[in-house]
């Protein structure tokens, strides 16, 4: 069985009706892709906490109206598929609040209805969210690698030179730490470097359970790399 026939993402796609397995794990994207959602609704409300509910309303409707159903596998890309929602949801409430004359105290920036984005200064939207999409991963796979590090009883390296994963360290940095830790400098540079490489794995895990196929695997770390730069380990 291929891996991407059991990733969330197409665990949720394949799944027929609300099987609770897809429920959970569709929930699991959510909760995981939270950030990028609110960082794109905030470019459009002026308001931040007008912000935060309609982040949670997004959801709440998402979930509850199986929004997702509608996906097309062969796409297979969580990411775009959840920005596409989010537009929808925002031209949805906008014609709302128009239509009502005033909106519950939300003031949106303008919202264009296809894929041109009219914002009255400010971050892109999409730029905002694909950052976010990308640290969100970023921070899941660092949580995982976290996980590991304790279970293994080497939490306090982990801690100590998770500083070291996403940056590239100074000499300084690597003598001070060396010294905290009572290791040699080599030998911390070891530690580093497979910290880093299994860093690389389950980034390349976190983002594969949001694709269905290898060819969009390798868009999405394209994509993540273009956003997060140096913050990514090579």
């Not at 509608?70 to 906008?94: C, E, M, N, S, W």
């Not at 200064?121 to 796979?141: I, K, Q, S, T, Y």
């Not at 690389?200 to 359970?209: D, K, S, T, Y």
Request: proline share 3%.
């Amino acid at each position: 069985m291929s891996r991407f026939e059991t990733t969330r993402w197409s665990l949720v796609l394949t799944a027929s009706g609300g099987a609770q397995e897809a429920r959970a794990a569709l929930e699991a994207l959510c909760r995981t892709y939270r950030a990028p959602v609110l960082a794109y609704i905030r470019r459009h409300v002026r308001h931040g906490d007008g912000a935060e509910d309609l982040t949670q309303a997004f959801f709440l409707e998402f979930l509850e109206h199986a929004w997702h159903a509608g996906a097309d596998p062969a796409r297979g890309r969580f990411r775009a598929y959840l920005l596409t929602a989010v537009k929808r949801f925002l031209i949805d409430q906008h014609v709302l609040a128009q239509r009502l004359k005033r909106g519950g105290g939300i003031v949106f920036e303008p919202i264009a209805t296809d894929d041109g984005i009219d914002v009255a200064g400010g971050d892109d939207p999409e730029a905002a969210f694909e950052r976010d999409w990308a640290l969100a991963a970023l921070d899941a796979a660092l949580a995982r690698l976290r996980a590991e590090a304790d279970a293994a009883g080497k939490l306090a390296l982990f801690e100590r030179l998770r500083e070291f994963l996403t940056e590239r360290p100074a000499d300084a940095d690597y003598a001070r730490a060396a010294a905290a830790l009572n290791l040699r400098r080599n030998t911390l540079a070891v530690a580093v470097h497979r910290l880093r490489h299994r860093l690389r794995e389950l980034v390349r895990a976190e983002i594969g359970e949001t694709t269905g196929d290898r060819d969009a695997l390798q868009q999405e770390l394209r994509g993540l790399r273009s956003a997060l730069g140096a913050a990514l380990p090579e």
